[in-house]
């Protein structure tokens, strides 16, 4: 079929105006949501699929989540078969990873279908952190869970809303459920209302362009998707890598990818048992860690749609850490699905070119905090990732302060509204001054957030990795800083924390969390002088370690010493 | 007292001048190069081209791309940063997000303020706005000393909580005021009384970053105007769309630091108003950028916050998109490919048919090759172009791509034209905005050379090119009102506010309106305050702004009543649900200050009668020779048909309608082009 210009034009707008309700069910979702997790942190995402599931589009937010919500839509029609069981004006919601939720049940997805002339043309979908969906602890995030029993409430891809109505009965369990009921409804509405903006956009767009030129668009998008992954495919150095990397926890995990020309294979069967606590990926989890290491490498510029992934497979073995039995908890599902995307990623750094830079501070850094507001004594709940430094690059040093590429278009709280909120005192949001991430192009910063207790009776829970085993390098750098929280308690003793449940905190107390620099890209003994000076400067190295870890010799005024450098350095 | 009121807008290249006689209803309009050294030169040069005497000039307003420029370029003022101890890395940390979610090269925007120029003080409030501990006066003073020393020409202070209470940042302004002389201190809860520290910091230095360089600028042309003996107050164009007295500019100098492109988009709107025409887009294309704006049912797109790559600005402001595409965008080869722009001849040397030593071909020396533009009457004639310079430029660039000269102007011209559709694309079809929907109005001085092209392109039926419409973004600043925009915090549970407290603080906001519209010369009569107020369902974080009717409203019956209806309508409206019963907040209330400078009526112009002066061009259109009827536009009757090929001339700007379309005339003297399908 030959198209006209008139045609493309037509189908561009098309697949632009898909990505635009993607973005505007985004804007919705956000702008009345109730959970500042979800409307400061933005740990949430929209996407458009077409009719049997597939990602026709995706929003802004976390690359992580993009890959969630096409697997949760084709698992709500997998599991809803039967004749007339989905209809127009219903939306189905679902939180667990064997119902399609994929994550943890604190990922609540809202998934409406689009009917146009009878059938099903596309779905909207969101995905949202609520911030309390029962279970052991407030928050529902424990690192002593067993079981996902104790998680919070299980949400089995059921509908919320039918027909245009909701219903009542579902909504009320999961309020009872929830230790913040009135947030909990606030946020479910903000996702059925962003479910219902987009469901309306796209009936105009079928409206205005007909059921078949709409339905060819998805499928051109998607076709294009993966021309656009097969072509990157053909610029890779094709073979078989592999990598075995020690963890903080003592396990190892392995990898071996595959590259040919038609196909990018991910072998993750030969990995340890799945784990007793909540340290488990579920396997769409693992697949979507793939994804993001696949989009990174062949369309760093790009959209994901449900085409780009066509060459991608990946092997997982039921009863691994990847890939886990029903029962298995999944509350810190997105540390283990974060070692393992950066462990395709540092596996493949090396034989990938200017790819992929070193790695980064690589956690989530999970921060919860709770307790009682001491202003107003209602319950308050801080969720929060936290940002770190970037590894150096080929071309450049790594950013400071940024989240994972894990994370995306996400946000830091700003103190000022922290402090509103949480009725925390923000005492320090500072650049990390340690060492580590040296090198020719030297890792980003971490950070360093003091966040003061001020009533009794609260709690913080946190789990980092790349603790003990810090960002790795590449080329002769230097690893990066090691992620860790102290708690400064009021009488002046300090204890150290990578992973904590619900330790108790009081007024007084301080939480302080560093949070790691990336990993140095080159030998720092051939970094720029003037790179250097440019970083005494401005404090990022001590006069100290310029001399002894980049062979840099600075004047009192702060210039390079020409003649002491050379020497330093050996020349 | 004088006749004129009179606008003015400096562009990179040119400087476009507009004089509307308030007797005759008549506008006439004057252009000259921007004179980069002295700005003051060109725009009396354009000046002298439409008036006789200064004396006559009643009212004059002003759009400058200065402060941007200095932005852009980077050569902005060296500024020094006070900040919370504590907080001082904000700035740096920013937010931790990126736009491109797989790109693991993406780069952090550079801070405009390095680490080491960013200074604690310690000084504390809580969120409530009280203090937790004394702002340290003495730091404040160690920090005066180093700006004198190291030779700061500004400083921002970005304090936490300065919102709320801005008591440590108007002691620490007090204290550099009395050390320091002539430095600029830019105050974050002046700029922006919002919370979040990051987005307040960066607004607060890129005001302290610009304005010096705005103010200079303002204070050279005030003084210039006086000496010239131009004694009326100079106003300035807002981002916003409104407009404010130079002296309130620099005052608030970040306010105008869009202001140069926004009077294109209120020359839209009076458009939309006169045509009955609700969906325009405009393009505006002069030597060195091209701007698209858009006005959706009759009103400008408006933001409340944006960003200048990648730093975020908390402003009203209009929703412009700029790439680097005009008349003097060079055209070179790359990788064995022909590419047009982003970097521009400038107006020196300018294109090669300048005659000005520049040997490059640009956009315009590819129009001249194609005889799309007549080197005698360029610019109304004032300015001579070279064409033997042009078909060189062009003619070595083809030699390079085995192309004759002819088929190498095409191809720049394809090629510049592809670039400027996509710009379209990207704030109608990337919206999910239908372009077609919509008409294209076409200015600045290259802009209705390339339209219909871009139409066709696009889809899009019709082509309107305004009366002047090299100096439409001028014309525009005298089509917009007097505009001043005051905010306060009024954070309230809706149901036990205390409404007659809202009732004290908006007569407090309108009185502070009215004042500052009297000291812009505005008389009572022509004021007007409009009052509304951010409202939200407790816990939400976001607010929709909902109108009150009168500053007293408040207190008459069943008000709260009222504005929850209202708010729940706008939400269920905007976001397709509401929650009639839920507890409603107030957040903050806003008032603006109108002031009307009367809204001028084009004249319509003769019916018939005209003197059709015409003369036949060989012009080349898709890489033939066609005969082309040549116009002066002063000669085009109301009604007159004319279908394409044919040029209409004017002195700021040239028409060109290609084979296939037919040029029309409305009653106004608009140039209504309608689109063939095929050119």
Redesign the interface.
Known sequence: MTTTA?DQ?TL??IQ??L???SD?MFA?L?????S?II??V?DMGTAITDGEGNLASSG?GI?AF?GVLDKAVKRIIELNAEPGEIAPGDIFATNDPFYGGVTHLNDVVLAMPVFADGGIVAWTANIAHWNDVGGMVPGSISNEAREIYQEGLRIPAVKLVAGGEPIKSVMEIMKVNSRLP??LQ?DM?AG??AA??GE??ILDLVA?YGLETFVTALDLFMDYGEQVARHALTGLPKGTFTLEEEQDSGAVYKVTVEITDDEFLVDLRDNPDQDYGPNNASRDGSLIAAQ?VF??IT??????NGGHFRPLRVLTRPGSIFDPNPGAAFAIYYEVEIRLYDLIWRCLASHLGDR??AGSFGSICGTFIGGPHPDTGRHFTIVEPQ?GG?GG?R??DG?????S?F??????C????A??RY?L???????NDAPGGEGEHRGGKG?VV?YRVRSNGCFFTCAYTRNTHKPWALEGGREGAPNYAEVVRAGGSVEEYAVVTALEVNEGDVIRIHTGHGGGYGDPLRRDPAAVASDA????VSLEDARSLYGVVLTAAGEVDVDATAKARGR | MGRYRVSMDIGGTFTDVVAYDEESGAYAAGKASTTPNDLTEGVFAGLAQVIESPAEIAFTVHGTTVGLNAFLQRKGEKVLLLATEGAGDAYHIARGNRLRLYDLHYRKPEPLVPRSDIVEISGRLNYRGEERAPLDEGAVRAAAARVAEEGFGAVAISFLFSYLNPAHELRAAEILQEELDGVTISLSHRVAREWREYERTSSSVLEAYTAPVIRRYIERLQSEMRDRGLSVPLHVMQSSGGVVTADSARERPLQTLLSGPVGGTMGLVALARTLDRPNLIGVDMGGTSFDVSLVIGGKPDITTETSLEGLPLLMPIANIHTIGAGGGSLAYTEAGGLRVGPESAGADPGPACYGRGGTRPTVTDANLVLNRIDPDTFAGGTMSLYPEHAQEAVRSLGAELRLDAVEMAEGIIDVINAKMAQAIRTLTVEQGIEPRDFALVAFGGAGPMHAAFLAQELGIGEVIVPRLPGAFSAWGMLETEIRRDFSRTFFRRAGTADLAELASLLAELESEGREALEAEGIPAGACRVEHAIDMRYEAQEYTLTIPIDAADAPVAEGFLEEMTQRFNAAHDFRYGHSNPGAPVEFVAVRSAALGDLERLEPEAIAAAGGDLRSRTHDVTFDRRRCETMVVDRRGLAAGATIPGPVIVEEGTATTVVPPGCILTVDAFGFLIVSIGKDL
Do not use: C
């Not at chain 1, 700003?414 to 509204?417: C, F, G, I, L, M």
């Open positions: 008139a034009i561009e707008i632009n105006s990505q635009a309700i505007e919705a956000r702008k009345t949501a109730m500042a409307y400061e933005l802004a690359p993009v009135d947030f606030g509405w059925i209302a219902r903006v309306r956009r205005k993001m989009m990174n369309d760093a510029h790009g959209a994901a992929l830079p940002v970037w690059s071309e450049r950013n400071s302060a940024i989240f590429g994370h995306g278009d996400t946000f830091n700003p103190a000022e509204v402090e509103t009725g005192y923000v005492d320090r949001l500072a650049l950070i003091e400067l401005n404090d990022y």
